[in-house]
């Protein structure tokens, strides 16, 4: 899923990176000789004389106290890891999609007519807020058979008017109680409110029309529905979730037939017979085709509907002995409507029952750590039963599993290719030095701005390992040149250092400016880009501040290797 979200994203930077690639090796230099005939005479900037003089000053200090440069960067390292555990984790943040979804279930045995009335009621009620534009229902499933749902539950869509011009509730969390509060008046109706683009991408996640599916499995019916009602009363309690609700697995009304062995065996009947009777009777046996051009349509044969509409008339249904006697069905076996399960469903070949919930106020990590705690602690589940946590947390677990080995992966490329350029280890483990100086930026403004840790944070992290080390390769190449072409060693990172602020500068500012839309764009879809920008402009500004100064502080000691020049 994370795929097919970033996937563009990533294509268009590498597309951006190759074009700017070929333009500054082939278009910049064929360019500048015809705009640069005359020479370039370099001009002060008012913007960069002033930072050129505070910069030149405290880069003295810094080279001077190395020691206290080098452990502030350090404090504010570890001080960025600490905030980790405070940060929360989810698999994308929510959207805002300006419409809302309402899922209402009713009683299993609840009639068409039923949830017709119902739904109708419900629309009347919601079209009184003044922030809702339209209302519309769906009870059933399409002709397509797409969507299948069962008749005791109603898919209602409500359109909403912008957010600034609400007059009932200040944001859609409000509003969603408003409703339901409203709603509530109707007795014995389940309601769990959701987005339709959030809706259906849960259930294509996990077969659940919410965040989070604890799934609970085990072998009997009803141990499922004693312990799911128990952890679904367990959930309510914890702090963050909202719609909570078990997956319906009784209520549901069955005409059962149990064939009386001892009786059959009197008469000579075997039970295939009673089945086969009931069977035919109400469902109907097949008795031929009726072809129309190319379809073709079986005809049933099947009982009268008075002979079948009731329990009386099923065990008036007569069977023929072997001996020529006629026995009524229910002298053989006993038939009554009982209440069974809707549906039994499985995972994995395992029955399974589906406790679900949406989170709200609270990240998904965090949620799913304390309900482990709590279920193991405070429900004793009976050998055999086992419990798993599926939904966004099941997406989320697989995410950072793989993102696990693709950031590693692209730390040891980055490393190599540093390798290649500077014929050092020392040198490019120096520029690595701005992963860690970058990260503190980023992690302190996902904190800041109150942001969880996400796919997309994780996304932007990953962005930002390039632009960090981009700015480190800039400073020591800088040095580099002044020290191979004969300047005194201290001279050449003082000097090399001073001269690349303007690069590192423009280069974090431009990347930040370019940013600048997805940090404070608040349309359709700007929540999944917000953490992304929120961490890349974050760890840019701690990269651009630290580089001017750990990297020249640490220059001689990483170099030492490549110029056997110790560091006075």
Same mark, same amino acid.
């Given at each position: 899923?994370?795929?097919?979200?970033?996937?563009?994203?990533?294509?268009?930077?590498?597309?951006?990176?190759?074009?700017?690639?070929?333009?500054?090796?082939?278009?910049?230099?064929?360019?500048?000789?015809?705009?640069?005939?005359?020479?370039?005479?370099?001009?002060?900037?008012?913007?960069?004389?002033?930072?050129?003089?505070?910069?030149?000053?405290?880069?003295?200090?810094?080279?001077?106290?190395?020691?206290?440069?080098?452990?502030?960067?350090?404090?504010?390292?570890?001080?960025?890891?600490?905030?980790?555990?405070?940060?929360?984790?989810?698999?994308?943040?929510?959207?805002?999609?300006?419409?809302?979804?309402?899922?209402?279930?009713?009683?299993?045995?609840?009639?068409?007519?039923?949830?017709?009335?119902?739904?109708?009621?419900?629309?009347?009620?919601?079209?009184?807020?003044?922030?809702?534009?339209? %209302? !519309?229902?769906? #009870? +059933?499933?399409?002709?397509? =058979?797409?969507?299948?749902?069962?008749?005791?539950?109603?898919? /209602? *869509?409500?359109?909403?008017?912008?957010?600034?011009?609400?007059?009932?509730?200040?944001?859609?969390?409000?509003?969603?109680?408003?409703?339901?509060?409203?709603?509530?008046?109707?007795?014995?109706?389940?309601?769990?409110?959701?987005?339709?683009?959030?809706?259906?991408?849960?259930?294509?996640?996990?077969?659940?029309?919410?965040?989070?599916?604890?799934?609970?499995?085990?072998?009997?019916?009803?141990?499922?529905?004693?312990?799911?009602?128990?952890?679904?009363?367990?959930?309510?309690?914890?702090?963050?979730?909202?719609?909570?609700?078990?997956?319906?697995?009784?209520?549901?009304?069955?005409?059962?037939?149990?064939?009386?062995?001892?009786?059959?065996?009197?008469?000579?009947?075997?039970?295939?017979?009673?089945?086969?009777? %009931? !069977?035919?009777? #109400? +469902?109907?046996?097949?008795? =031929?085709?009726?072809?129309?051009?190319?379809?073709?349509?079986? /005809? *049933?044969?099947?009982?009268?509907?008075?002979?079948?509409?009731?329990?009386?008339?099923?065990?008036?249904?007569?069977?023929?002995?072997?001996?020529?006697?006629?026995?009524?069905?229910?002298?053989?076996?006993?038939?009554?409507?009982?209440?069974?399960?809707?549906?039994?469903?499985?995972?994995?070949?395992?029955?399974?029952?589906?406790?679900?919930?949406?989170?709200?106020?609270?990240?998904?990590?965090?949620?799913?750590?304390?309900?482990?705690?709590?279920?193991?602690?405070?429900?004793?589940?009976?050998?055999?039963?086992?419990?798993?946590?599926?939904?966004?947390?099941?997406?989320?677990?697989?995410?950072?599993?793989?993102?696990?080995?693709?950031?590693?992966?692209?730390?040891?490329?980055?490393?190599?290719?540093?390798?290649?350029?500077?014929?050092? #280890? +020392?040198?490019?483990?120096?520029?690595?030095?701005?992963?860690?100086?970058?990260?503190?930026?980023?992690?302190?403004?996902?904190?800041?701005?109150?942001?969880?840790?996400?796919?997309?944070?994780?996304?932007?992290?990953?962005?930002?390992?390039?632009?960090?080390?981009?700015?480190?390769?800039?400073?020591?190449?800088?040095?580099?040149?002044?020290?191979?072409?004969?300047?005194?060693?201290?001279?050449?990172?003082?000097?090399?250092?001073?001269?690349?602020?303007?690069?590192?500068?423009?280069?974090?500012?431009?990347?930040?400016?370019?940013?600048?839309?997805?940090?404070?764009?608040?349309?359709?879809?700007?929540?999944?880009?917000?953490?992304?920008?929120?961490?890349?402009?974050?760890?840019?500004?701690?990269?651009?501040?630290?580089?001017?100064?750990?990297?020249?502080?640490?220059?001689?000691?990483?170099?030492?290797?490549?110029?056997?020049?110790?560091?006075?």
């Amino acid at each position: 899923v994370e795929g097919k979200l970033f996937q563009p994203m990533a294509i268009s930077i590498v597309l951006a990176m190759l074009a700017s690639l070929m333009v500054a090796l082939l278009v910049v230099p064929a360019l500048a000789t015809y705009l640069f005939k005359r020479g370039v005479r370099e001009k002060q900037s008012f913007i960069m004389k002033p930072l050129d003089k505070l910069y030149r000053k405290a880069l003295g200090g810094a080279l001077k106290m190395r020691a206290v440069v080098i452990s502030l960067a350090l404090a504010l390292f570890v001080s960025s890891l600490a905030l980790l555990p405070f940060l929360g984790t989810e698999f994308v943040p929510e959207l805002e999609e300006g419409t809302l979804n309402i899922r209402v279930t009713l009683a299993p045995s609840s009639s068409l007519d039923t949830s017709l009335n119902v739904a109708q009621k419900l629309e009347q009620q919601l079209m009184t807020f003044p922030e809702v534009l339209y %209302v !519309s229902s769906r #009870i +059933g499933r399409a002709e397509i =058979g797409g969507d299948p749902e069962p008749v005791s539950n109603v898919e /209602i *869509y409500i359109g909403l008017k912008p957010v600034d011009e609400w007059t009932t509730a200040p944001n859609r969390k409000a509003l969603q109680a408003l409703m339901e509060e409203k709603m509530s008046v109707h007795p014995g109706l389940l309601f769990s409110f959701s987005q339709p683009i959030a809706t259906r991408v849960d259930e294509l996640l996990s077969g659940v029309k919410a965040q989070l599916a604890i799934k609970l499995f085990g072998a009997d019916l009803g141990v499922l529905a004693k312990m799911g009602g128990e952890i679904e009363a367990l959930v309510k309690k914890v702090e963050g979730t909202r719609g909570v609700a078990m997956e319906q697995i009784g209520g549901e009304a069955q005409l059962v037939v149990r064939p009386d062995r001892d009786a059959l065996a009197r008469y000579g009947i075997p039970v295939a017979q009673v089945m086969d009777l %009931v !069977s035919d009777s #109400i +469902g109907g046996r097949q008795a =031929g085709q009726v072809i129309k051009g190319n379809e073709r349509y079986d /005809i *049933y044969v099947r009982l009268a509907e008075k002979h079948r509409n009731s329990v009386e008339a099923i065990r008036s249904l007569i069977l023929q002995a072997p001996n020529g006697a006629w026995v009524k069905l229910g002298d053989v076996a006993q038939v009554a409507i009982e209440s069974g399960p809707p549906q039994i469903r499985r995972d994995d070949v395992q029955r399974r029952v589906v406790i679900q919930t949406n989170v709200e106020g609270r990240d998904m990590g965090g949620l799913v750590a304390e309900l482990q705690q709590r279920i193991s602690s405070e429900i004793d589940l009976p050998p055999g039963y086992t419990v798993i946590y599926g939904g966004q947390f099941e997406n989320q677990q697989r995410a950072q599993a793989r993102l696990m080995i693709v950031v590693p992966l692209s730390l040891g490329l980055i490393f190599l290719m540093l390798y290649f350029a500077f014929h050092s #280890i +020392g040198q490019a483990a120096l520029i690595m030095l701005n992963v860690p100086l970058a990260l503190i930026g980023g992690i302190a403004a996902l904190y800041l701005s109150g942001q969880y840790l996400s796919v997309p944070g994780s996304i932007g992290f990953i962005t930002l390992l390039g632009v960090a080390v981009l700015n480190g390769v800039v400073m020591v190449s800088s040095i580099n040149q002044r020290v191979e072409g004969g300047t005194a060693f201290d001279i050449a990172v003082f000097e090399g250092a001073l001269s690349r602020l303007r690069p590192v500068m423009m280069t974090a500012i431009t990347s930040a400016l370019g940013l600048a839309p997805m940090l404070l764009a608040t349309g359709v879809g700007s929540e999944v880009q917000r953490p992304l920008a929120t961490v890349v402009v974050g760890g840019l500004v701690s990269s651009t501040l630290l580089t001017l100064f750990v990297i020249p502080a640490l220059y001689g000691v990483f170099s030492k290797a490549r110029f056997q020049t110790p560091q006075p």
